[in-house]
């Protein structure tokens, strides 16, 4: 298995535990997006919106919004106490990271928010595929 | 040892190596949480927020850490003549509706909010830590050296700590304990002002010190065809058009380099390179738009410097 389908596995995961505590959309909704996601690993089927929950990652607990625009997502937003990633963040975090050069120890000036990162992971796992 | 945690709507990434690493880490990650949730300013609860609402009527006491880092904010606006000022409150608020609207805020707010932005209108009374601002209406943003400010409190816990080789680097503000574990310094790259993020043009050498970067490249929104970025003049309220695309500013303290980048931006390659001048122990590499690209004698033969176009040290 790819690291790269790896880490979409740890989005899935996370979709997943949002899926199961949500609170903005019906559970039909997020049943078929969990089946969907696991199924085939795209989202294609995934229908525009926020998705809202608990992401428990380790000893933290974070109340997150996960943005899906045009199948795509476009960005998980801390909405509640936002303390540190490890887990599935930790994860995706590290994928992003060792994308960058050895020739330097840190970029000064490239200011990444959150969108930007799941931009970038994106774009990683579709050249992985 | 590495460690990486989602904050302050970035991705900080911290380095240590030694016998204390994982103990610094684990600590400076949590002096950032407690720093990020006691200095949360758009929050109407934080100090700053209360300093806010309390503009033009009355002082408010502040926490000792607001209080000096308020302090900080006012000091380094006098240094750079108000090209950085904490004060820009208002016009931050006019432009980040009009980035989340995708339109223009209407000149005569912002001529109204501009009027509003003075550092020296913050009062401070270090006996009794209290603050105020004098004109109603005036509002402090600090988003200009927060993350600088953390960047530079967790470099202190990881010295505190007992390391002598780390690294933070707070979404591409960088401060640095020591240098490389392997005895050189650190090697930082500059993001270049036209490229993808990741793709630097110049590479920078720190040991010990902070290197920031302001650009125009970074959270702008577009107007029919017209670029408006983050970088806001608050002589015209306007987004600075001083002909410069990026900024970065090597200093002790991150904080530090954080205002004197966005007040070079402001101020444009003359004001600006007079500015790094006077006060002395700054370095900079400035990027114009024409590509010429300024940088400090004290960096010739240290900086790996790539062709964007003309170089010139100064």
Redesign the interface.
Known sequence: MSRGFTVFLSIIGVIVVLGGVATLIGYAGIRKTVQLKMGDADLAAIADGAYVGTYDCGRFSNSVEVQVADHKIVGVK?IKD????TGA??KI??A??A???P????????????K??LK?IENALQGAR | M?K????M???V?Q?AHGDAASAALTAA?AEM?RL?RLLNFYSDDSDIGQLNLAAGNRDVTLGAETFGLLTQAKTLAGATGGAFDPTVGPLVRLWRTARSNGSLPPPAELARAARLVDYRDIGLDAARQVAGLRRPGQAIDLGGIAKGYVADRMADVHRAAGVTSG?I?A????ATVGG?PDGGP??????H?RKA??Q?FA??PASGQA?????DY??FHEVQGVRYHHLVDAQTGYPAASGLM?V?VMAERAADADAFATAVFVLGADAGVELIRRIGSLEAVLVAKSGTVLISRSLKGRARIGRIGRQLYF
């Open positions: 801390v936002q303390k540190g990633s963040f930790q975090f590290d992003v990271i994308k960058q050069s020739a330097v120890d840190a970029i000064s000036g490239a200011t990444a928010t959150s930007a990162y970038a | 590495e990486h945690t989602f904050c709507d970035t991705l990434a380095m990650e949480f990020v690294l680097n979404g591409g503000d960088v490389r650190w090697r930082i790259g500059l993001q002002p993020r990741g630097w590479v920078v290197v920031v970067t302001s650009g970074e959270r990026s970065t």
